[in-house]
């Protein structure tokens, strides 16, 4: 089986279908939205993509996706503790270093400590952690490093100066397996943290108490939502579709019929599926 997964090698998604997919084939795509139309294309037929980071939020483009691609749902959450370590080519030394290369988010998650330590050299946003490594393993004559996981420095044979210079030690990443099936994904190797279900609901035509109104549903039942986030529709100010996660397992007379009521006040909703949380290894 084909499994996409936001890449290149020895990135962190790697790193987390690795653990959810060890008997399988994997493969690295360039974007989350290559990943969407790996898997909607029939080239993998599940794909795995960061949802959420502890420090920085969620992916924003992984909901937007998800809004945009009504086929694909969700067949499992992964958690992972994130490590951060910023490394040279081991032929230069930091005295040399001009410019830090990592993804976004990762040099987001360490920024007081290359504010603190690392202050006067310039950051640059790379496509990923592991591309920002693989970038400086190829440019020695550059004065340059990276900020990457140690799986990263091992593969390409960088110098880790730095460990652990991640903010905040609970620094954990939530991943989410993707594939147009309603499939739930199921392991025995890996700790299960819960189950919940996901979905995306537009609400009806603008009203006040719209959103009172579609949490009402939810609320008198007693349902208790572990998330709830707004994303633009993208169609004008104030236009917003929501991410919703439900606690526990799937029982069809309460969990339908709140969908059921959710359509019944004209509110959109894709239901992405009920799925299981695993905890994974750094």
Not at 167 to 185: C, G, V
Not at 232 to 247: A, D, E, M, Q, S
Request: hydrophobic share 40%; glycine share 4%; aromatic share 10%.
């Amino acid at each position: 089986m084909k499994i996409a997964f936001l890449g290149p090698h020895a990135s962190f998604t790697q790193l987390a279908a690795a653990q959810l997919f060890p008997e399988d084939e994997i493969l690295p795509q360039a974007s989350i939205l290559d990943c969407f139309n790996a898997v909607e294309s029939g080239e993998a037929v599940k794909a795995v993509v960061p949802l959420e980071n502890s420090i920085e939020g969620t992916v924003s483009m992984t909901l937007d996706y998800l809004y945009k691609t009504p086929s694909i749902k969700i067949e499992a959450e992964a958690v992972m503790p994130i490590a951060h370590h910023l490394m040279i080519h081991p032929g230069n030394t930091i005295e040399d270093i001009e410019k830090i290369y990592s993804h976004p988010q990762a040099l987001a998650q360490s920024f007081h400590f290359l504010d603190t330590h690392y202050k006067e050299i310039t950051k640059q946003d790379f496509s990923s952690t592991a591309a920002a490594a693989k970038y400086v393993s190829e440019n020695k004559d550059l004065k340059i490093a990276a900020v990457a996981n140690q799986f990263a420095a091992n593969l390409y044979g960088l110098k880790i100066i730095n460990r652990n210079i991640q903010d905040f030690e609970q620094n954990h990443t939530r991943f989410i397996i993707i594939s147009k099936q309603q499939n739930q994904y199921q392991s025995d190797r890996l700790e299960i943290l819960g189950e919940k279900s996901g979905m995306l609901i537009t609400l009806p035509e603008d009203h006040a108490g719209g959103l009172h109104q579609v949490l009402s549903v939810f609320a008198w039942r007693k349902m208790n939502l572990s998330k709830i986030e707004s994303r633009t529709l993208k169609t004008g100010l104030g236009n917003y579709f929501f991410f919703i996660n439900v606690v526990g397992k799937w029982e069809e007379i309460l969990h339908g019929n709140a969908l059921r009521e959710l359509e019944s006040i004209h509110a959109e909703v894709d239901f992405l599926g009920n799925y299981k949380e695993f905890l994974l290894e750094s």
